[in-house]
């Protein structure tokens, strides 16, 4: 079984910073891309940020110079470093992977449970 466990979310004022890391466990042969989304009650779950393997990232425009997104592949293990914070930034996060647990089957895809992130004075 695979798992991927958020930390990090929490309470923070507008122009701070918070850095949500994303551990993946379990049976993994490789990750390909790891990603970070969010969510806010009664809209769709959104991209944020997503990174390859080989370290390429891609983020929305409304994150885009603010947060940045990382890995270390020997730990299996995503970073979003989250600077200038707004409260429009206040969701649930969720990390995201597609994983392969062996060589002789495809890659799936994962989620986390998800990290809540509140900016708020």
């Known amino acids: 079984q695979v798992q991927l466990v958020e930390s990090g979310g929490g309470l923070v004022q507008p122009g701070g910073s918070l850095r949500l890391s994303c551990v993946a466990s379990?049976?993994?042969?490789?990750?390909?891309?790891m990603g970070w989304y969010r969510q806010v009650p009664g809209k769709q779950r959104e991209l944020v940020a997503i990174?390859?393997?080989?370290?390429?990232?891609n983020y929305s425009d409304s994150v885009k110079g603010r947060f940045t997104i990382s890995r270390d592949n020997a730990k299996n293990t995503a970073y979003l470093q989250m600077s200038s914070l707004k409260p429009e930034d206040t969701a649930v996060y969720y990390c995201?992977?597609?994983?392969?647990?062996?060589?002789?089957?495809?890659?799936?895809?994962?989620w986390g449970q998800g990290t809540q992130v509140t900016v708020s004075s």
């Open positions: 990174i390859t393997s080989g370290g390429i990232t």
């Open positions: 995201n992977a597609d994983i392969k647990r062996d060589p002789f089957h495809p890659r799936s895809e994962y």
């Open positions: 379990g049976s993994i042969f490789s990750i390909n891309n």
